[in-house]
């Protein structure tokens, strides 16, 4: 079986946060001390994907790869994909079908952050899925503005209704979709909307009706933020704040979750915090580089530029 593949779909207009977002993408503003993309690209080193998809409007995309390169100062490979106009969440599969090359992948969209304290088990637990969907659900107190998911008590889904005037429970469906080999070709068999998109809520429903549609909880301790608004933005990156210097570590840091993996080394480590070293996030990873006890090397040390 092929490894699993990541996507982030950092696309679209950013509507709702005009004027802010009428010069910059929504996934490039800052979440307190790392830009947005940060955190859902961390959601996917932490699943263990090593090669990501960005999906991004065609403007943007010289300024993601100005900000991430092509991944190898991570270990990671990062590949490119414009989306022309945001035609639905389930477009992505469509666009990224060459890149997947019939490997199962994980979405997370551009917006979305994740943070919780066994949120790495959960998507290993999510990775061992072979057949079948997956979705991670989170409780809200208003169910009628979100995707609502119904499960039973082994995690299988019961029902998704799009917000629902009667919702049959308080669990919303967040940015975050494991799906197996077959994502893009379902994605390619589905009609538009109403609205005129490709709707991810349809794509799932083709899992659902097979009854391969799983359902993990982000429960009690977890925190999810959908920073589509000033409000959410805000709040986000407040959240951010408190707990970092609460406790003394940083949520999104790509680089140590890539040092953490093994993706790269102390030296590589330091060598990437060099430029940033008079900031607080490039001394956290200083200090993580001076922390390390020298190892035998079992490779050669990548050149980074």
């Known amino acids: 079986m092929k490894k699993r593949k990541g996507i982030v779909l950092a696309g679209g207009s950013g509507t709702r946060l005009h004027p ?9 503003l800052p979440v307190y001390d790392k830009p947005m993309i940060y955190h859902p690209l961390s959601v996917l080193l932490t699943a263990g994907v090593e090669e990501v998809a960005i999906i991004t ?21 990062y590949e490119y994909i414009a989306q022309p106009s945001p035609d639905g969440l389930a477009q992505a599969y469509v666009l990224a079908e060459a890149f997947l ?23 290993a637990e999510a990775d061992r899925q072979v057949l079948g969907a997956r979705v991670f659900g989170h409780p809200v107190p208003d169910p009628s503005r979100y995707g609502i998911i119904e499960a039973d008590a082994s995690g299988r889904a019961l029902s998704l209704e799009e917000k629902p005037a009667q919702p049959r ?3 919303a ?24 998109e490709l709707e991810i809520t349809a794509l799932l429903e083709t899992y659902l009706a097979e009854g391969t549609l799983e359902v993990s909880w982000l429960g009690q301790g977890y925190a999810w933020f959908d920073t589509g608004t000033h409000d959410s933005l805000l709040e986000a990156a ?13 949520i999104g840091c790509l680089e140590e979750i890539a040092y953490r993996r093994g993706l790269i080394d102390a030296e590589e480590l330091s060598h990437l ?10 001394r956290h990873l200083l200090d993580l580089a001076a922390a390390a006890q020298p190892a035998p090397r079992k490779r050669e040390l990548r050149r980074i530029a």
């Open 173 to 196: 469906a967040t940015g975050l979709y494991f799906m197996d080999h077959e994502a893009s070709a379902r994605a390619r068999e589905l009609r538009p909307s109403a609205r005129g």
């Open 101 to 123: 090359d019939g490997a199962p992948s994980v979405m997370v969209l551009g917006d979305n952050i994740f943070h919780g304290p066994h949120l790495g088990r959960l998507l």
């Open 57 to 77: 409007t065609p403007d943007d995309q010289p300024a993601f790869r100005r900000l991430l390169g092509d991944g190898g100062a991570l270990g990671l490979a």
């Open 273 to 282: 915090a060099q430029p940033i070293a008079r900031t607080g996030y490039g």
């Open 238 to 250: 407040a959240f951010v704040r408190t707990v970092e210097q609460a406790q003394g570590f940083k």
């Open 20 to 28: 802010v977002t009428l010069g910059v993408s929504k996934q490039l």
């Open 169 to 171: 429970s308080n669990l």
